[in-house]
């Protein structure tokens, strides 16, 4: 089974970072976030699925566990991709500033952050290998 991004926490991290955000549900179809678009957000799928999409083309799905939408916090750039719900979704949304205020309080979230930027967005001497964009 591929790594998810919850998959790098302790039970207790996981509560943590979870209790940093708002839970919401959003329905199938729906596009919490929009290509080319301004970096404001990002979640955490309790539940669902979700298709990655670039230019239109799906170039990934991920479900529970997996982070959308924080390559482009990161990187302080548009978004890469358009995301949408496959399923009726159960997230964590984070704002920016809760996600820069986990990211300082809790190491270990910032190196999981970066860990699924670099793996999605691999350096130029390392991009043989195709990764979801967020």
Known sequence: ???TFFSMFTPEEIARISASGTRVTLPEGWAPISESTGADKAYVILDGAVSVRS???EVARLGAGDIVGEAALL???LRTA???AL???ELIHFTH???ARLDVEM???HQALEKTAAARFPSPEHSSSSRPPA
């Open 1 to 3: 089974m591929a790594e």
């Open 55 to 57: 230019q239109g083309v």
């Open 75 to 77: 990187n302080h750039s």
């Open 82 to 84: 358009t995301i949408v």
């Open 87 to 89: 399923t009726p979704l």
């Open 97 to 99: 500033d809760q996600l």
């Open 107 to 109: 190491p270990s979230f």
